[in-house]
């Protein structure tokens, strides 16, 4: 089978070679036998072992939690850094950071979009609209997310991405962008980023880190999603699912990422994360699985009948 390198693969493997006591990466992607491309440890891992930490490449708020997270890394603000109207950052750094999409957004007035995406409660046109601003500043490439794979998409599915894809044409076009700058804007472009996005992005649940996080997180889940945000990374998106996994994903504070073991895990064994509630019965999570990234899973725990 050949071994898939993403370009952050491609730069550790060449650091390995040059420190190669120092640095040995735990895992590594390569094709499945029937899952498509996967990862793998190189070596055993301990359970609770941090695998790898991961940045995203794309995150965006929730619309319910715009106003109290983070506009760049979604870290939940204090109450000096929310100030109770429009978007606020933690630090000057997330700040900074923001500068490869806030310019160019701000430039458009994004009421209809937002109120398309809260009115039909879609969160990843806002994920797809953060990339159009990156690519338009010029500080991301229209392909960004080409890597990925993509979901299937049904006709009524994109007859439905039609009102998203024309609103945020109009947002920049308003916004004076030039047609020369939007050129890569086409429905194609909208469809398949969303398409790449729908099965790859992650939805961000923090850990809860202190009693008064855990009062308002129970509250939260009872008044809307507890989710913080979506995000999309790269070296993630190549973990297939397992409905009984052995490595999870967790958020601590922010949308970095920390891929961690969840039991020992051997040389050479697939390291899989759950993409689902594994409490569902077998038939649920199936079907669950099938509507929303369009595949049979085929783990072992699904293939007991369990
Ligand atoms: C987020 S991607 C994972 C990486 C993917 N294998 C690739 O090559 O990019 C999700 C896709 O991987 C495949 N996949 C993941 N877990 C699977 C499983 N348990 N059984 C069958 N296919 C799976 C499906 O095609 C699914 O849509």
Redesign the pocket.
Known sequence: MPTFHTPLLHHHSRLQQAFPTLIRLRFESR??E?????VFATRKIGAGDLIHTAKPILAHPSLSTINTVCYFCLKKLTSTEFHGKGVAFCSQECKENAKVFYEVETKADWLAFDDYCRNKGLKYPLLVKRLACMVISGAASAESLDI??P?NLSHEMVLEMEEGYGLLKRGFAMANISDEQMAFLTKKWYNSVLARIR??AFRIELAVGSYEDLLSSASACVEAEAAVGNAVYMLP??????CDPNAHIVWIDSADAQLKALCDVEEDEEL?IC?IDVSMDRDARQSF?LQG???????LRCSSGD
Do not use: P
């Open positions: 094709f499945t029937s899952a498509g491309r996967g990925l794979q979901s099965i790859n998106s190549l973990y297939n699912h397992d899989r993409y699985l990234f369009g595949f049979k899973c085929n783990c």
